[in-house]
């Protein structure tokens, strides 16, 4: 009789290990279920940081892209009167318009548009102003170089204002103003 008395009460204790370790294993589950769920959240926020970084790049090199083209373009001028206040060509007297406002940038008159894109939402625009001009030979000093004197001549200083935009229609916006000089 004592046998049989043995494995009744084994039978109990291994149903109680048994109702622990399911137990156990399910908050160990949730366990690893938040920090599964934790470590994708993190990864998905990296990844958002990457793609607003390429975004910022892009419309930083776009509009890199259109100052280099509004400096081929003056460096083309035969004379300077085509900078009478239409197509984004602003001469002395003219009226810089305002590079913080949508309509400089919607209104085709107040910009000239870049020929190239790069992959960039919105092809970059540029304006450029005739700023002053300073005379003689003060002027010419460095033209091309430290130290070079290219001689007399008036040199012409133009403001290139320009815009570019990151991959989609949401993205990063860059505006970058440069002076730009040039005898004529």
């Not at 039978?11 to 294993?25: D, E, N, T, Y």
């Not at 938040?34 to 975004?55: H, I, P």
């Not at 001689?151 to 103003?177: C, H, P, Q």
């Amino acid at each position: 009789m004592n046998s049989t008395a043995r494995p009744l009460v084994t039978l109990k204790s291994q149903r109680r290990q048994r109702g622990v370790v399911l137990i156990v294993s399910l908050v160990m589950l949730l366990v690893v279920t938040l920090l599964a769920v934790s470590s994708m959240q993190g990864t998905v926020l990296e990844e958002k940081m990457a793609g607003n970084t390429r975004d910022r790049n892009l419309a930083f090199q776009t509009t890199e892209s259109a100052v280099r083209e509004a400096e081929d373009y003056i460096e083309g001028v035969v004379s300077l009167g085509s900078f009478n206040g239409n197509a984004g060509l602003f001469g002395l007297t003219d009226g810089e318009p305002y590079y913080g406002s949508s309509a400089t940038w919607g209104d085709a008159t107040q910009h000239v548009i870049a020929t190239a894109s790069y992959g960039s939402y919105e092809t970059p625009q540029y304006f450029i102003k005739h700023f002053t001009t300073v005379t003689g030979t003060e002027g010419a000093m460095n033209m091309s170089g430290y130290g070079d004197n290219k001689g007399t001549g008036d040199v012409s200083i133009f403001k290139i204002t320009a815009r570019g935009t990151g991959g989609s229609a949401d993205s990063a916006e860059v505006i970058l103003r440069s002076h730009y000089g040039r005898i004529f």
